[in-house]
């Protein structure tokens, strides 16, 4: 089954449901949501219209909303198709950190110099970020709040 994620709009209004922040709020400072995310990049070809879709992205950040509109930029639709959340921006770049140690192999180098990607299919997915979940919990201090799909 293709992998659909979600989506900046969908992002958004889940973010204020979730905390009952206005629109506004949601990117401010106190209001984060430390995170490390997997998503990929959709876009329609304007010649045909079919949808391509890009090699996992494996990323750290503190506003789903902020990271995704800025990749949404140039006409893609980034869509986040899994996240754990923990506690701080510190933890964070360790959870980053145990993707790019214990999954070198899987690594992509992007066509522009990209590191953060990942050869993962979708119907790996699932295990993947279980097993990233797995590593984190097992080797390093890092708290894990959850873990959501979409």
Do not use: W
């Amino acid at each position: 089954m293709i992998q659909q994620g979600i989506g900046y709009q969908e992002s958004r209004q889940r973010r204020i449901k979730e905390t009952g922040l206005l629109s506004s709020q949601i990117e401010a400072k106190g209001n984060e949501e430390f995170i490390l995310y997997f998503g990929r990049a959709h876009i329609k070809d304007c010649s045909t219209g079919v949808i391509a879709r890009g090699e996992l992205k494996v990323g750290r950040g503190k506003f789903v909303t902020a990271l995704q509109r800025g990749r949404n930029q140039p006409g893609v639709d980034f869509r986040i198709y899994a996240k754990i959340v923990v506690s701080c921006n510190e933890d964070t770049h360790i959870a980053e950190r145990v993707v790019k140690d214990n999954f070198k192999d899987r690594n992509v180098i992007g066509s522009e110099g990209q590191r953060e990607l990942y050869n993962i299919k979708d119907d790996e997915l699932e295990d993947f970020v279980y097993r990233v979940e797995e590593i984190i919990n097992d080797y390093t201090s890092v708290k894990i709040k959850r873990v959501d799909f979409y």
